[in-house]
């Protein structure tokens, strides 16, 4: 079992930056893939981001150069760093873990937090 709690989410201008956390109890996030998805009012929840258990990262291509997903084992929690944000990243965050090796899809992941919520303003 692993529980996800996520944080950091708020209101942003446009071209600002935040930094999201996802702080798991449970097991650590060693153990897993970690991967943070965003979901838009009416829209499917979307991948954004995920590192493997080797560090290795993947993203979306509408983050890539903007993103970073990054882990913290010592701390038990996985980051996003948001740069140059606009308002199409405005969307509930989610974190999610998975043992399965393909990230890109939500059917792979076992674990959800409850998302946090960012707005970008213009």
């Known amino acids: 079992q692993v529980q996800l709690v996520e944080s950091g989410g708020g209101l942003v201008q446009a071209g600002n930056s935040l930094r999201l956390s996802c702080a798991a109890s449970?097991?650590?996030?060693?153990?897993?893939?970690m991967g943070w998805f965003r979901q838009a009012p009416g829209q499917e929840r979307e991948f954004v981001a995920a590192?493997?258990?080797?560090?290795?990262?993947y993203y979306s291509n509408s983050v890539k150069g903007r993103f970073t997903i990054s882990r913290d084992n010592a701390k038990n929690t996985v980051y996003l760093q948001m740069n140059s944000l606009n308002s199409e990243d405005t969307a509930v965050y989610y974190c999610?873990?998975?043992?399965?090796?393909?990230?890109?899809?939500?059917?792979?992941?076992?674990?959800w937090g409850q998302g946090t919520q960012v707005t970008v303003s213009s």
């Open positions: 999610a873990a998975t043992k399965k090796p393909v990230v890109v899809v939500r059917s792979s992941y076992d674990y």
């Open positions: 449970g097991r650590t996030v060693s153990s897993y893939a």
């Open positions: 590192i493997w258990w080797s560090g290795t990262t």
